[in-house]
């Protein structure tokens, strides 16, 4: 038995199926179209900024109890997330990468694209398995073209999925991957985390080979990684392919909490990672600005989302 994912658009070619523990799994890469409608960069500038944030779908978001949601309350969720439109817009990225993107309800769909279209074009991907949520990507069209969008599907018991654009900014070829992997309830999740990204490492490789991009482009991945670096098998498949974090790469650490997890646990699980001959950070900082990265309840006061954001400039090397 093959498996069914493929690149669309290259050579009809098929890769052996991976099973993991007991379960199946299935890739695929689709790509939505040969050339898509962002405009070719406006605006001349050697830097352009990365934010990644979680901002917490209101399906998730917890009450008084495990069934009481703030989904259930337009005006709760709908409040919330115009804050989060407002300190989107005050960051003034160029790309911002969201996960938990509730996706099934049109209201808020339209509550973002209503205060965010003028500048940024929107891309998407729902999870699989019925899951209301799912990644967004938006793109400043004035000042990075997009060029492709790629759904990368895993079919597998998180029924998680990879948002990538093929971007270029300066005549440069970019790469980014927008993730969300599980979160390790069980045990058997630390394997399951490390096989998505595995796969995702796997079709990043895939689609440069069939473009004909390999060691000629940049690539970022970010999102909700759901582990601390700490002695995580994620984390250090990702140093071991040559990504650098940008966090790390300016602070000289990891930010210690980025997540108030549902269990009460403050971990550091939100990253930028980038693998470039061609760019590198020259600022990265952890939103809300001035918070404390060693504790959840500080000063701040922050309660749009169970994450904090990352927000990174990166500058091309010879400027």
Same mark, same amino acid.
């Given at each position: 038995m093959r498996s069914s994912w493929a690149i669309?658009?290259?050579?009809?070619?098929?890769?052996? $199926?991976?099973?993991?523990?007991?379960?199946?799994?299935? &890739?695929?890469?689709?790509?939505?179209?040969? *050339?898509?409608?962002?405009?070719?960069?406006?605006?001349? +500038?050697?830097? &352009?900024?990365v934010c990644t944030f979680n901002i917490l779908a209101p399906c998730y978001k917890r009450l008084s109890s495990e069934t009481d949601r703030e989904s259930a309350y337009d005006n709760l969720w709908q409040t919330r997330h115009s804050s989060i439109i407002k300190l989107l817009q005050s960051l003034e990225s160029n790309i911002i990468c969201l996960q938990?993107?509730?996706?099934?309800? +049109?209201?808020? /769909? $339209?509550l973002y694209k209503s205060n965010l279209s003028s500048k940024y074009t929107f891309y998407t991907l729902q999870r699989t398995g019925s899951l209301d949520d799912g990644l967004a990507i938006l793109v400043d069209s004035n000042h990075i073209k997009v060029i492709d969008k790629c759904e990368l599907i895993?079919?597998?018991i998180g029924n998680r999925v990879g948002l990538l654009l093929h971007m270029e900014f300066n005549g440069n070829n970019l790469l980014l991957l927008n993730v969300h992997l599980t979160f #390790?309830?069980? *045990?058997?999740?630390?394997?399951? *985390?490390?096989?998505?990204?595995e796969k995702f490492l796997e079709l990043i490789y895939d689609y440069q080979k069939s473009k004909n991009l390999l060691n000629q482009?940049?690539? @970022?991945?970010?999102?909700? &990684?759901?582990?601390?670096?700490?002695?995580? #098998?994620?984390? $250090?498949?990702?140093?071991k392919s040559q990504?650098?974090?940008?966090? *790390?790469?300016?602070?000289?650490?990891e930010p210690h909490v980025t997540h108030l997890t549902h269990r009460k646990e403050q971990l550091g699980v939100d990253f930028i990672f980038y693998k470039s001959n061609i760019f590198q950070p020259i600022s990265s900082e952890l939103i809300p600005r001035g918070c404390n990265h060693l504790i959840w309840?500080?000063?701040? $006061?922050?309660?749009?989302?169970?994450?904090?954001? @990352?927000?990174? /400039?990166?500058?091309?090397?010879?400027?």
């Amino acid at each position: 038995m093959r498996s069914s994912w493929a690149i669309a658009g290259c050579s009809n070619h098929f890769l052996p $199926q991976h099973i993991i523990i007991f379960f199946d799994y299935q &890739f695929l890469l689709v790509k939505q179209s040969n *050339r898509m409608t962002s405009t070719s960069s406006t605006i001349k +500038s050697n830097t &352009f900024s990365v934010c990644t944030f979680n901002i917490l779908a209101p399906c998730y978001k917890r009450l008084s109890s495990e069934t009481d949601r703030e989904s259930a309350y337009d005006n709760l969720w709908q409040t919330r997330h115009s804050s989060i439109i407002k300190l989107l817009q005050s960051l003034e990225s160029n790309i911002i990468c969201l996960q938990e993107f509730w996706l099934k309800s +049109s209201a808020f /769909t $339209q509550l973002y694209k209503s205060n965010l279209s003028s500048k940024y074009t929107f891309y998407t991907l729902q999870r699989t398995g019925s899951l209301d949520d799912g990644l967004a990507i938006l793109v400043d069209s004035n000042h990075i073209k997009v060029i492709d969008k790629c759904e990368l599907i895993l079919n597998d018991i998180g029924n998680r999925v990879g948002l990538l654009l093929h971007m270029e900014f300066n005549g440069n070829n970019l790469l980014l991957l927008n993730v969300h992997l599980t979160f #390790p309830h069980h *045990r058997f999740e630390l394997g399951v *985390r490390l096989k998505q990204i595995e796969k995702f490492l796997e079709l990043i490789y895939d689609y440069q080979k069939s473009k004909n991009l390999l060691n000629q482009c940049s690539i @970022i991945i970010c999102g909700d &990684f759901n582990s601390s670096h700490y002695n995580d #098998p994620v984390y $250090q498949l990702i140093e071991k392919s040559q990504f650098l974090s940008s966090y *790390r790469f300016i602070n000289g650490n990891e930010p210690h909490v980025t997540h108030l997890t549902h269990r009460k646990e403050q971990l550091g699980v939100d990253f930028i990672f980038y693998k470039s001959n061609i760019f590198q950070p020259i600022s990265s900082e952890l939103i809300p600005r001035g918070c404390n990265h060693l504790i959840w309840h500080d000063d701040s $006061q922050w309660k749009l989302s169970d994450h904090r954001a @990352i927000l990174t /400039t990166f500058q091309s090397k010879d400027n």
